[in-house]
């Protein structure tokens, strides 16, 4: 069964520096996403992209972080000066092929900020 | 506003029994889609079941049912015989709009069920 699949699975890093979690959707799906959980609460959107452009992005989605889809397969957020904040979970989904448009979700890269 | 209420944090149920895991959500969009999904403790989300808005009949997916009240603004999940593999948080996550775009899930903050042996 095709998965989304997220590299690394768990990603350390200094205050300030800049990281790139980098997500392999299901292929053939159309629309793309990024979502976050900080430990111990609720998944919050970040950013949804179709077409090669954002569609839609809340309000964490700062001037600090971007996504690209620099190839046919590869879905990237970057976070340019990271912050201690920024330490959570980071989920990749896609959707565009599933009985009810779901969204399938990858494993997650888990940052660390120190 | 919380668009997405769970009012249950945790919920314990002995393995065979059944339980119900309590979602509510607010909208103003006559179109909307209602999903849970599974966290275990390995951190990946595993969706369960979908309901959509105008769908007449409460959705069922193996031993998942979705007790669909409209009017109340409420999906609640019921998991029969539950098993021990049951264990894990579960969110119930709302999607506005027409399928078939990219609208994004508002989740809510989860609840940890936990299964007795």
């Known amino acids: 069964e095709p998965e989304v699949t997220q590299t690394p699975s768990h990603q350390v890093t200094q205050m300030g520096q800049e990281v790139i979690l980098r997500c392999v959707p299901i292929s053939n799906h159309l629309y793309f996403y990024w979502y976050r959980q900080i430990l111990g609460q609720k998944v919050e959107f970040l950013v949804s992209?179709?077409?090669?452009?954002?569609?839609?992005k809340s309000e964490i989605f700062d001037d600090q972080f971007s996504v690209e889809r620099p190839d046919g397969s590869n879905f990237t957020l970057k976070i340019r000066s990271t912050k201690l904040e920024d330490s959570a979970m980071y989920f990749c989904?896609?959707?565009?092929?599933?009985?009810?448009?779901?969204?399938?979700f990858g494993p997650g890269t888990r940052l660390t900020v120190l | 506003a919380q668009k997405i209420t769970q009012t249950q944090p945790g919920m314990f149920v002995q393995e065979k029994e059944a339980v119900t895991l309590d979602c509510t959500y607010d909208t103003s969009d006559p179109s909307y889609g209602l999903f849970w999904y599974k966290q275990p403790s390995s951190g990946e989300m595993i969706f369960l079941i979908y309901?959509?808005?105008?769908?007449?009949q409460n959705a069922t997916e193996g031993r998942y049912s979705l007790n669909f009240q409209k009017a109340r603004k409420s999906a609640n999940l019921v998991i029969s015989a539950s098993q021990l593999g049951d264990s894990a948080m579960y969110f119930c996550?709302?999607?506005?709009?027409?399928?078939?775009?990219?609208?994004?899930?508002?989740f809510g903050k989860g609840t940890k069920l936990t299964v007795n042996p």
């Open positions: 992209f179709y077409n090669n452009e954002i569609s839609e």
């Open positions: 309901q959509g808005s105008y769908d007449q």
């Open positions: 996550a709302m999607r506005e709009g027409s399928q078939g775009g990219s609208e994004k899930l508002v």
């Open positions: 989904a896609s959707s565009g092929t599933g009985v009810y448009n779901e969204q399938f």
